[in-house]
């Protein structure tokens, strides 16, 4: 079963996805993008490996946010899985109101005709 997760606002004005022991972000340009005019938004995590004294970085796409059919709710595709949260919820961790807010699993059921 997969557990919930949490998202949370950054100093920057991004967001913070926390799912499944993953930290995945959204960058502030394309959260402003999701809430105003409902566009998709990449979720990325940054991953830092170091090897002796050689540091090296490297950014990936872990999948996207976007709203919902009904502009009700903000569904979360990622490589581990989905979930969702209200709109309202999101936008009130983006505007700093509320630090955190939850994220629910979304159990999608396939029909076979």
Known sequence: MMEPGTLACTAAGGLIVHVEAERCRIAPEDLRSLIFSGRPAPVTRERVRRTGSIVTSSVTIEGHAAVNHAGRA????????????????????????????????????????
């Open 74 to 113: 903000v569904v979360f595709r990622l490589r581990v899985g989905s979930w969702i949260v209200p709109l309202v919820s999101l936008q009130r961790v983006a505007r700093g109101e509320a630090a955190s807010a939850p994220l629910f699993p979304l159990i999608e059921v396939e029909f076979y005709e």
